[in-house]
T-cell receptor, first 116, second 115 residues
Framework: AQSVTQLDSQVPVFEEAPVELRCNYS??????LFWYVQYPNQGLQLLLK??????LVESINGFEAEFNKSQTSFHLRKPSVHISDTAEYFC??????????????FGSGTQLTVLP | DTEVTQTPKHLVMGMTNKKSLKCEQH?????MYWYKQKAKKPPELMFV???????INESVPSRFSPECPNSSLLNLHLHALQPEDSALYLC??????????????FGPGTRLTVL
């Protein structure tokens, strides 16, 4: 079984400031890691994912996340946020092995609010 | 193209109505999912179809009835719902679960209100 903890339910930050959204996970098997973003009244959009290879992954809109196996973390960062980044961000994990561990387990979400 | 479409966008129904939600993808994915999402909460898995066969039912009440008529379509039939079933219903699709990197791609959701 897996679990995901997003330590901050709400993160307010001023425009052009840096931001970090924290995600820690627990799993008895190796995992893949994902960040999804949900804008108001919309579905989930895949922001970035870690499957293998380089532990630093980047999205097309300036976000990056680093997989840290020893700390079981996958924190999301952006050096300079925009008003348009205001959204709910979900961290998710999926087990690599077979069975129910392969289903996505979501964290509780972090509401990022970018202030002018 | 990583698009999953869902219709309708909004649905209001009474507790005695029968309605259906529709989901479609043309990415060649062979796994499709239904999730329920309440406000300010993460999505909760309801059903998983793999190769058009129901592989997971997360103890969902029988008033929700999924159907996968072909590899591109997924329906969710609704009957005798309760007000607490009001939520955003999300569809997702991915490569088959046994495939490496079967990333799930989500649709925009159907906002359901049960009166």
């Amino acid at each position: 079984a897996q679990s995901v903890t997003q330590l901050d339910s709400q993160v307010p930050v001023f425009e052009e400031a840096p931001v970090e959204l924290r995600c820690n996970y627990s799993s008895s098997v190796s995992v893949y890691l994902f960040w999804y973003v949900q804008y108001p009244n919309q579905g989930l959009q895949l922001l970035l994912k870690y499957l293998s290879g380089s532990t630093l992954v980047e999205s097309i809109n300036g976000f990056e996340a680093e997989f840290n196996k020893s700390q079981t973390s996958f924190h999301l960062r952006k050096p300079s946020v925009h008003i348009s980044d205001t959204a709910e961000y979900f961290c998710a994990v999926r087990g690599i092995s077979s069975g129910s561990a392969r289903q996505l387990t979501f964290g509780s979400g972090t509401q990022l609010t970018v202030l002018p | 193209d990583t698009e999953v479409t869902q219709t309708p966008k909004h649905l209001v129904m009474g507790m005695t109505n029968k309605k259906s939600l529709k989901c479609e993808q043309h990415m060649g994915h062979r796994a499709m999912y239904w999730y329920k999402q309440k406000a300010k909460k993460p999505p909760e898995l309801m059903f998983v179809y793999s190769y058009e066969k129901l592989s997971i039912n997360e103890s969902v009440p029988s008033r929700f009835s999924p159907e996968c008529p072909n590899s591109s379509l997924l329906n969710l039939h609704l009957h005798a719902l309760q007000p607490e079933d009001s939520a955003l219903y999300l569809c997702a699709s991915s490569l088959p679960p046994s495939t490496f990197a079967d990333t799930q791609y989500f649709g925009p959701g159907t906002r359901l209100t049960v009166l």
